[in-house]
């Protein structure tokens, strides 16, 4: 596991963006961006970043709850209040997912024909107490099992929600995942996949060049 500690969330946060727009000038243009609250400084910081308004990059969404745009929930709205705060640069383009298209796999298949087929270079992913990354959680296995798709629609019972996501060879395919994970609730899932537990967020990432920026307090003990 490729893990890099930092004291503190702000921390975290700082690192997270300086290494999205060095990955950006290296020559990234492809890049997925997850919801939660752990993200949102660092989409605030690259929104602040004067120097990456002239790069051609699509921005798109990991997944999606299907709720109105202007829910309190959604994470394109969220997307659009941080990253986008000063509105969206000329050269960029913001790839949501359409919820207000009213049925969540129609939605899905406008996702993919919008972002289309080439993988992203970068995807921002966090992981949950329970494991999940995305929308894709411990149950949902026949989620977990979808090879020839880039998004899916599914409803997610744990959480009581019908879900838009990225599949898991979508997410698999990128050239670098980012998992941003803070917080001490999330210590003992983290310690789990470092130790071989096959949670979704393990699926996603195992193998596949993946960092972990994690801050002080979710940071897995040392082994002895």
Do not use: C
């Not at 969330?9 to 690192?15: G, K, M, N, V």
């Not at 990456?52 to 109105?68: C, F, G, H, K, Q």
């Amino acid at each position: 596991m490729n893990l890099r500690i930092f004291d503190t969330p702000a921390d975290l946060a700082r690192a997270a963006a300086r290494t999205v727009a060095q990955q950006i000038e290296k020559g990234a243009r492809r890049i997925a961006l997850s919801g939660g609250s752990t993200p949102q400084p660092v989409y605030e910081i690259l929104g602040s970043m004067p120097e990456l308004a002239s790069y051609p990059i699509t921005w798109a969404l990991v997944d999606e709850r299907y709720v109105p745009f202007d829910d309190p929930r959604s994470n394109g709205a969220m997307v659009m209040r941080t990253l986008f705060a000063n509105g969206i640069p000329p050269s960029h383009r913001f790839v949501p997912f359409r919820t207000d298209l009213g049925d969540s796999h129609a939605t899905a298949a406008h996702y993919e024909e919008e972002i289309g087929a080439e993988p992203f270079d970068i995807i921002l992913l966090g992981m949950g107490d329970d494991g999940h990354t995305a929308s894709l959680f411990p149950d949902t296995p026949d989620a977990l099992q979808v090879e020839d798709r880039i998004a899916i629609a599914h409803e997610v019972l744990s959480v009581q929600m019908w879900r838009v996501t990225l599949t898991k060879p979508a997410i698999r395919a990128a050239s670098l995942r980012l998992v941003l994970v803070a917080g001490e609730s999330k210590r003992t899932v983290l310690q789990q996949v470092r130790d071989g537990a096959d949670y979704p967020i393990a699926q996603a990432t195992n193998g596949v060049e993946t960092w972990w920026l994690v801050d002080r307090a979710a940071a897995p003990t040392v082994s002895s």
